[in-house]
């Protein structure tokens, strides 16, 4: 089965850096598009960043433009997010999410952003 799991959260001071990642499972990993989202307290789930197949096209959301890379490793069937110059609104659970005939969502890792 499809199994997704996410890493690499913590607490972080603002304008520091975090690396998540995404062991993913249980479908052919360098076939589908991947992407991270994300949900903060009291508000809906949001798309941080999606990536292609090969990961040659990446597209990120405006509130993350020039801080967080989307990335992925086809041969360790792994999907990364950079997160740098990170800022109190980042705080979230991070999500990990591909859709093959179905969505499939990963547990989520806490992120969080504060001095």
């Known amino acids: 089965q499809v199994q997704l799991v996410e890493s690499g959260g913590g607490l972080v001071q603002p304008g520091g850096s975090l690396r998540l990642s995404c062991a993913a499972s249980?479908?052919?990993?360098?076939?589908?598009?991947m992407s991270w989202y994300r949900q903060a307290p009291g508000k809906a789930r949001e798309l941080v960043a999606t990536?292609?197949?090969?990961?040659?096209?990446?597209s990120n959301a405006d509130s993350v433009k020039g801080r967080f890379t989307i990335s992925r490793d086809n041969a360790k069937n792994t999907l990364y997010l950079q997160m740098n110059s990170l800022k109190p609104e980042d705080t979230a659970v991070y999500y990990c999410?591909?859709?093959?005939?179905?969505?499939?969502w990963g547990q989520g890792t806490q992120v969080t952003v504060s001095s």
């Open positions: 999410h591909v859709h093959t005939y179905r969505e499939y």
């Open positions: 249980g479908f052919t990993f360098s076939s589908y598009a």
């Open positions: 990536i292609s197949s090969a990961g040659g096209a990446a």
